[in-house]
């Protein structure tokens, strides 16, 4: 964990280190874009345990397939829904054809709700009652204090902001290969140690629900 101020400073520091002639002084609302721009690409990559919800319990109304409760502010685009489980299946819900009439669907399934961020969207058949669990990613605010926290490898996001910097200004060619270089190489760390905890590969129980009638 690294806060916005420490990360952007550090960033200052590091770009300040480069050499040569075309080495520049930048100004510090140009690095809080860029960090916040390295960042939302990083977030949208890869699922951050801190940013990470698991299996938050919500009800369902039994009426319209939607649940009782909001994710407004919470879920902020479709692409942070990573499942719901309906509590009578052992596996995620997948989403209804878009050829399919809903009245049509008997099976457990989702349908997306388009621009409604309070709900998202609704389970067929729409008279489906009981609890979902929903696993999404939370995206916090863009970061405005120096205060504000951020989880995510302090190296991948400092060598990622520099390789932007520089690369933006493509006035000092050889510092922006290095930063690429190094950036590339902290994310390939990342991706072998980010998430090196065993993962289970067996279904320890499969479901005996897969359609309604």
């Not at 390939?188 to 067996?202: A, C």
Request: proline content about 5%; hydrophobic content about 40%; some cysteine.
């Amino acid at each position: 964990m690294i806060t916005f101020g420490e990360i952007v400073t550090k960033v200052l520091q590091r770009l300040a280190l480069v050499e040569g002639l075309d080495a520049q002084i930048y100004a510090e609302p140009r690095i809080q874009l860029a960090v916040q721009h390295k960042f939302d690409l990083i977030f949208r990559e890869y699922w951050i345990p801190e940013y990470t919800v698991y299996q938050e319990e919500h009800v369902l109304d039994g009426v319209s397939g939607q649940i009782v409760s909001t994710l407004e502010n919470k879920l902020k685009d479709w692409r942070d829904l990573h499942s719901v489980f309906w509590e009578g299946s052992h596996k995620p819900l997948p989403i209804a054809p878009m050829n399919v009439r809903n009245i049509d669907i008997n099976y457990p399934s989702l349908r997306p709700l388009g621009m409604d961020a309070a709900k998202w969207f609704r389970v067929l058949p729409v008279t489906t009652s009981g609890k979902v669990y929903i696993t999404y990613r939370a995206k916090p605010e863009d970061f405005e204090e120096d205060s504000d926290k951020i989880y995510i490898d302090t190296q991948l996001l400092l060598l990622g902001t520099c390789w932007d910097v520089l690369e933006d200004d493509g006035t000092n060619p050889g510092a922006s290969d290095k930063f690429r270089i190094l950036f590339q190489d902290a994310l390939s760390q990342f991706n072998r140690q980010g998430f090196n905890l065993p993962q289970d590969t067996i279904m320890s129980t499969r479901s005996t629900v897969n359609r309604w009638t």
